[in-house]
C-alpha cells in the first residue's frame, strides 16, 4: 500500500523545473507532500483532496489525477533551498476499509540536490 | 517549534534493553501518528491513534507497542531491543483521523541500539 516515488534522486542547478511523480495501486482519498532536510523533521508543503485538484504554493504546485489515482508536484525556477528530500503520503479512501481510513502511509522519497 | 513534543531526542542502549518513547501532541490535535525511519529511508508508518483509540496499523513488531492516554500523550514501547531498531523515530499529530488536516512532525527521537 507504500505509494511509489519516482525519480529516486534528481540533481538540478538553481532555475531548473522538476517534477515528482507519485501513483498508487489504491484508490485515493488524499494526497499529501512533505519536504525533509537532513537530520530533520519532515515539514508540510501541501494536501490535495479532490481529482484534478491542483495547489501551489510560491513556485511549487501539485496535481491529482484521481482517476489514475498519481499525483505530481512541481517545482519551477528551484532555489538552493528546495534541497532536501520529497514524500508523497497517501490516505486511501475509506470504501477500500474503514480500517485504513487515516493511515497516511509515505513512499521512499525523492532526493531533490540544487547546485548554484 | 512544531508544537508536537518528543522525549528523549537522543537514547543510546543495548540490546535486550527496553526504552520508552514519549509525544505530546499540538494543542487541539486528537490524532497522533508514530513513524520509523533508518538510516536514509523512507517513513514506515507504524500506528495512529485517535482519541485515545488505535485507529490504523502499519507494519509494527510485536515487539513494540503503543498507546494514547486519555490528555492525548502518547508512548512508544520498544522492547527486546535489536541492533536493527536504530532509527530515528517520528511522532506527528493532526487535528482530526484523517482528510484535509496537516500531518505536523515532532523533531523525533533518535535511538541507537549497541
Known amino acids: 500500500q507504500q505509494p511509489v516515488q519516482s525519480p529516486q534522486a534528481v540533481i538540478l542547478r538553481e532555475g531548473e523545473d522538476a517534477v515528482i511523480n507519485c501513483s498508487s495501486s489504491?484508490?485515493?482519498?488524499?494526497v499529501h507532500w512533505y519536504r525533509q532536510k537532513h537530520g530533520e523533521a519532515p515539514v508540510f508543503l501541501m494536501i490535495?483532496?479532490?481529482?484534478?485538484e491542483q495547489k501551489g504554493h510560491d513556485k511549487i504546485s501539485a496535481s491529482f489525477n484521481e482517476k489514475k489515482q498519481q499525483s505530481s508536484l512541481y517545482l519551477t525556477a528551484s532555489q538552493l533551498s528546495y534541497s532536501g528530500t520529497y514524500f508523497c503520503?497517501?490516505?486511501?479512501?475509506?470504501?477500500?476499509?474503514?480500517?485504513?481510513?487515516?493511515?497516511?502511509?509515505f513512499g521512499q522519497g525523492t532526493i531533490l540536490t540544487v547546485h548554484p | 517549534d512544531s508544537g508536537v513534543t518528543q522525549t528523549p531526542k537522543h537514547l543510546i542502549t543495548a540490546t535486550g534493553q527496553r526504552v520508552t518513547l514519549r509525544c505530546s501532541p499540538r494543542?487541539?490535535?486528537?490524532?497522533v501518528y508514530w513513524y520509523q525511519q533508518s538510516l536514509d529511508q523512507g517513513l514506515q508508518f507504524l500506528i495512529q491513534?485517535?482519541?485515545?483509540?488505535?485507529?490504523a496499523k502499519g507494519n509494527i513488531l510485536e515487539r513494540f507497542s503503543a498507546q494514547q492516554f486519555p490528555d492525548l500523550h502518547s508512548e512508544l514501547n520498544l522492547s527486546s531491543l535489536e541492533l536493527g531498531d536504530s532509527a530515528l523515530y517520528f511522532c506527528?499529530?493532526?487535528?482530526?483521523?484523517?482528510?484535509?488536516?496537516?500531518?505536523?512532525f515532532g523533531a523525533g527521537s533518535r535511538l541507537t541500539v549497541l
Open positions: 503520503g497517501t490516505e486511501i479512501g475509506a470504501n477500500a476499509g474503514g480500517t485504513s481510513y487515516g493511515k497516511l502511509t
Open positions: 506527528a499529530s493532526r487535528r482530526g483521523g484523517a482528510g484535509a488536516n496537516v500531518l505536523t
Open positions: 494543542s487541539g490535535d486528537l490524532s
Open positions: 489504491k484508490a485515493l482519498y488524499s
Open positions: 490535495l483532496l479532490k481529482g484534478g
Open positions: 491513534y485517535y482519541n485515545g483509540e488505535e485507529r
